[in-house]
């Protein structure tokens, strides 16, 4: 096994408690320009004791993203932005960090930067010939999943851009605004709780597990690597639409992404009419008198259809077997007596829900490979998608640690050839575990909660999986606020950060019509109108203007704490 400085020098995987040094460098520098913060906000401390800050930006879908600009406007206003270390987010606080810095320096010209976004967001949305180019073009990838249908179908419809660009392209290391770190979880990890790490971050520099300290370069995440560590074949980097998918990829319940993944795919499907007889067309150019070929084409098309109108029956509560003895005929007739297709579908009870839904996940994915007879470029991809809707396939990924040879790092790990990462709103709602790494040393935690119900929900649980590790402040809640949040929040503790808990929605900037907020900016619901980007930034803005005295105060708290460490 190699030593960890040896991993590190080969520029493949590195296993090291301790930061990447490019992020050591840019680290150094942002302190320079926090120190001049302070200073104009009179707040005195020596270069060599400035309190390291992170701003947190919860998941929420289109209510995070548009709510972290309003506060990040604000905090700007209010001389604080440049007192930020660190900016870390997951799910839709992640798509306002992909458009703040596909801009260089945003953070410098961020009234031009916002109105660049709002428009955006407020116009049309991407075509659906561009979004189907999209998707043809993640097709190639080696591991394609249900993350690469729902950038082109879903996140598409929500930031309204493709952005092309890496992660690694959006990051200049002479960058003037705060150090970025976006933060998804291990499904497997997760799934088995104790065994492993479930959390994972991606920075301009590094993707890996925050606690385990298992990391690798952005730009070779996805790629194969030999046991050694090093890689065996190259992917290409991932592009920033694929990247907001990954983190934000939990809109809501599965059933409620799952029928919207289906009425997103029919759409699709029905979009795709002529291409299919393109498809039909190029068969019959290279034999005019084959019209079986012809034919098949079409026939696999509504099979595929069928399959599609078969899942939304049983997700709407209706009986499937008609189109589930037609998808059976078609198969028998066309598939030259290759198919190997039976189902008892008398034997199915599909008023029993669960049933339903099992049946028609296997039925599915046997339909998929058994669709051998015919397949064109269109068509494999549509089997392709169907077959990761049966099987429920998200952020599927080359595992880079694969049977590397290291105790440090937790064997569930080392299992599987490819992991699957997904929404980490589906653990806890906030990015904490990015900046609790011992290595970041944080001093003041800024955390923006944009959750749709529960207020105090991601910091009570956090302090609650931070309970062994003694790296949380304790919380404590007023009974009389859980229901009633107020709009500022202080926890402390010895040899922990300082954390600030801000909920979006509180009796301060809403008064007694928090629920009806909450409501009318649901997570799942069409893109936002320009008059609601208008009135939520506004709303989440005020968190900030009210209690811009409170933060210098706590700033000024964490130069007091630091100087005497």
Known sequence: MMSASKLQESGDVRIEHSLNTNEKEFVAKRRET??????????????TKVPNIALLGSGGGQRAMVGLLGSLVELDKAGLLDCILYLSGVSGSTWCMASLYQEPDWSTKLDTVKDKIIKRLSGPG???????????????????????????????????????????????????DPFPIYTVIDKHCKQEKKRGDPWFEISPYEAG????????????????????????????????????????????????????????????????????????????????????????????????????????????????????????????EHSGGKGHLSFPVE????????????????????VCKDLNWFCSETLGLCKRILTCMASWIWGRNYNFLHKIKDKSVPSTLLENETRDYEDAGLLLNSPYFSVLRKERDIDLIISLDFSESHPFKTVTETRELCEELNIFPEV?????????????????????????????????????????????????????????????????????????????????????KKRLD
């Open 347 to 366: 034997k199915t009870n599909f008023a029993e829900k669960q049933a339903a839904k099992l049946f028609v996940n296997i039925f599915t994915e046997q």
């Open 209 to 332: 597990y925050s606690i385990t300290g298992a990391f690798v370069g952005t730009s070779s995440f996805g790629s194969r690597f030999h046991e050694n560590c090093r890689r065996k074949k190259t992917q290409d980097e991932m592009d920033m639409l694929y990247l907001q998918a990954l983190c934000g990829s939990v809109l809501a319940d599965r059933e409620e992404i799952c029928k919207f993944l289906w009425e997103k795919i029919n759409d699709f499907f029905k979009n795709l009419t002529s291409t299919i007889e393109r498809d039909a067309f190029e068969e019959m150019k290279k034999d005019p008198k084959n019209q079986v070929q012809k034919t098949a084409v079409f026939k696999c098309y509504q099979v595929l259809m069928d399959l599609v109108d078969m899942n939304l029956c049983v997700l709407n509560r209706k009986d499937p077997s008609e189109l589930i003895e037609s998808i059976i005929k078609t198969l028998k």
């Open 34 to 47: 926090v120190f001049q913060s302070l200073q104009k906000l009179k707040i005195h401390c020596s270069q």
């Open 476 to 560: 404590s809640i007023p009974t009389e606020d859980l229901n009633k949040p107020k709009d500022f929040y202080v926890f402390k503790g010895k040899n922990v950060p300082t954390v600030i808990h801000i909920p979006l929605f509180n009796v301060v900037n809403c008064g007694d019509k928090v629920e009806k907020f909450r409501k009318k900016y649901g997570t799942f619901q069409r893109p936002y109108s320009r008059k609601m980007i208008s009135e939520l930034m506004e709303v989440a803005g005020q968190n900030i203007l009210n209690n811009k005295d409170k933060l210098r105060e706590q700033i000024s708290e964490a130069v007091r």
């Open 126 to 176: 991407v075509s659906c010939e561009n979004a189907y180019a999209k998707l043809k073009n993640y097709h190639k990838k080696d591991n394609f999943s249900l993350t690469d249908v729902w950038a082109a179908m879903a996140i598409t419809t929500y930031v309204k851009e493709i952005d092309e660009l890496t992660l690694t392209d959006h990051w200049d290391h002479l960058s003037k």
